[in-house]
């Protein structure tokens, strides 16, 4: 049996992040990843990531003050307010971190960091790396990785935890190659594993992003919070929903409906236009396209056209590439077309501002956590911050907490650990019937969409619960996984279907329950913000005949909640 001090499960972002932190404390650590680390959704982002530098433009101070106070407005207020001023406080530090570690970020005419606008920030604040910011980031904490000697075990995924007496002690995981089971013990187990965007069908999220993230911890009985709010990115490109970097409204681009007109002013002062927050740019264009101003392919246009051919190539080179390989056009001579689409969750696993979970001895960092910075609607360009912000703080606690503790492996929770993953294998083996899991899987990915949107009400959603509920028992009756050994895809995506389902379950039961409009959870039937009554975080527990709800009250600690307007 392997064992290690800590264990990062996930090699993204956060996940790497935390790995710097605990090895630099001496402890010895090791990353698990079903991908190669390098091949993580971070690698993904495009945009760029926040912090209040003020290196752009004269005259426009910012401050780590205005950036918290934004990521509160913008969270609707559902954020809990120490957690986003450690965000936005730490953000330049990070930043500069990242830089002497060799980040290549876009530099301004006087070599200093450039920024860019996005949404719901009234400043330049996003520092980029042309359209590849991710990629670059991702790329240099790896290299940290590497220098650290960090062990990480690639395509090796993790199916289940062990416990013993309440508290986390390792993981059972698969060796994708071989396809053998093995436990790997530790003292404290960090998740890491980034966000479920797979569960939707129209999401903008690698095929790797799926249910299994959350749903592994949820099953032993830690908490999913908030999962009722889900954001839908602006612009999506039709019918791929590979994403449109929110960097090319900040570079100037324009939202035009189908009569060429700039329709955001109907929704947002004039000042504002595209560069409201996302829940509200997303809500309008759905509104352009449900009442008749869109295209008639559903779409209404990203208009690039106006930027001239320097900027967009080097400033947005990647958009280009997407568009031209995608769907056939250059964004430099037409107008690109979009919808909103899935991409990200606010909620996630329950944890405090260290990562720390209820459970003693596991935590988690990055998009799979919710230790509610974004409330109930995340700014685009924090969410890289988070990831490393804190991703460093978990490493940090993790590697205090192992400090005292016996290296020893608890032999028997792992080996109970194993056999319960076992059993479910052979049960998965043995099939219960004939359903196709895929077809499944695609019939959850389209209902969530249809009753889990950008709009939403009773009605809908609990014929939406009822679906997925018919679904579960569908699922009972699958066929037999596929017996091969090496890179069993098919069993790997019958735990993720499995882990879809109940995770989508907790988002309609928590969803349903929220009885007030707030972010990025619009509901027609309650239109308003109630905070009288839901100024309140959601915590949905696994229980084998569905969630079961709690609450928990939102720290404030100096903005009072106000009306948002933009
Ligand atoms: C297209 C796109 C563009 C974006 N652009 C921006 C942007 O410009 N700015 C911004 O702030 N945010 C952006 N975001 C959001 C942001 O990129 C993500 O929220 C963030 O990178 C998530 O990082 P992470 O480390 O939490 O997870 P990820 O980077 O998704 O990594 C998850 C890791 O977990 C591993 N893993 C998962 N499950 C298991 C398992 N069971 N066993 C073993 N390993 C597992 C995976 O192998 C992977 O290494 C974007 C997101 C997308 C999808």
């Known amino acids: 049996m392997l064992f290690h001090e800590v264990l990062i499960i996930g090699g993204g972002l956060a996940g790497l992040r935390a790995a710097i932190e605990v090895a630099e404390m001496g402890r010895d650590v090791a990353v698990v990843s079903k991908i190669h680390p390098m091949r993580s959704h971070s690698g993904e982002a495009q945009g760029g990531i926040n912090a209040s530098l003020a290196n752009v433009e004269k005259g426009k101070e910012d401050s780590k003050e205005k950036h918290w106070y934004d990521t509160v407005k913008g969270s609707d207020f559902l954020a809990d307010q120490d957690a986003s001023e450690i965000l936005t406080a730490q953000a330049p530090e990070v930043i500069f971190e990242m830089e002497h570690w060799g980040c290549p970020f876009s530099r301004t005419p006087e070599g200093k960091i450039a920024q860019r606008p996005f949404g719901g920030a009234g400043l330049p604040r996003t520092c980029y790396a042309a359209d590849k910011t991710g990629l670059y980031l991702l790329q240099t904490v790896w290299e940290q990785n590497i220098k650290h000697n960090v062990k990480v075990y690639e395509e090796w995924v993790v199916l289940g935890l062990a416990t013993e007496d309440g508290k986390c002690c390792g993981v059972v995981s698969m060796d994708f190659l071989s396809g053998e089971l093995i436990a790997i013990g530790a003292n404290a187990v960090i998740f890491a594993t980034g966000g479920i965007g797979r569960i939707y069908a129209n999401t903008t999220n690698a095929i790797t992003n799926t249910g299994l993230a959350i749903s592994i911890p949820y099953w032993v009985g830690v908490p999913l919070k908030d999962m009722e709010f889900i954001q839908f990115h602006p612009t999506s490109l039709a019918r791929t929903h590979i994403l449109m970097t929110e960097g090319c409204r900040g570079e100037g681009g324009y939202l035009r409906n189908k009569d060429g007109e700039r329709f955001m002013s109907r929704y947002v002062s004039e000042k504002v236009m595209e560069l409201g927050p996302r829940d509200i740019v997303a809500r309008s264009i759905q509104t352009e ?201 098919d069993l790997l995506s019958f735990y993720e279907i499995k882990a879809n389902l109940d995770a989508a379950e907790a988002e309609a039961v928590s969803a349903i329950a929220r009885k007030e409009t707030r972010g990025s959870h619009y509901r027609t039937d309650f239109n308003k913000r109630d905070d009288e009554n839901w100024l309140k975080h959601t915590l949905a527990t696994y229980t084998p005949e569905g969630p079961k709800l709690s609450y928990k009250p939102v720290t404030i600690t100096k903005f009072q909640p106000e009306v948002r307007k933009y």
């Open 289 to 489: 396209i449900n009442e008749g101003r869109g295209f008639p392919d559903g779409t209404v246009h990203l208009d690039l056209t106006h930027l001239g051919a320097k900027k967009i190539l080097e400033r947005l080179p990647g958009i280009r590439d997407i568009c031209m390989n995608f769907i056939g056009i250059d964004p430099i001579y037409e107008p690109i077309p979009i919808t909103p689409g899935m991409h990200y969750i606010m909620g996630g696993i329950e944890t405090d501002k260290d990562g720390q979970t209820p459970m003693e001895g596991f935590l988690a960092a990055g998009e799979c956590a919710c230790i509610s910075t974004h409330g109930a609607n995340r700014l685009g360009g924090n969410s890289l911050l988070e990831t490393v912000v804190f991703g460093e703080r978990a490493g940090k606690k993790a590697g205090e907490y192992v400090k005292d503790k016996d290296k020893k492996t608890k032999t028997k929770a792992l080996e109970d650990a194993l056999k319960r993953e076992q059993d479910t294998i052979e049960k998965f083996r043995k099939g219960g019937g004939e359903e196709n899991p895929y077809k499944i899987k695609d019939e959850l990915a389209k209902l969530m969409v249809k009753r889990f949107g950008l709009f939403r009400q009773e009605k809908d959603m609990k014929t939406g619960l009822e679906e997925i509920r018919k679904l579960k028992e569908r699922f009972k009756k699958i066929r037999p996984v596929f017996g091969g050994k090496v890179f069993n895809l």
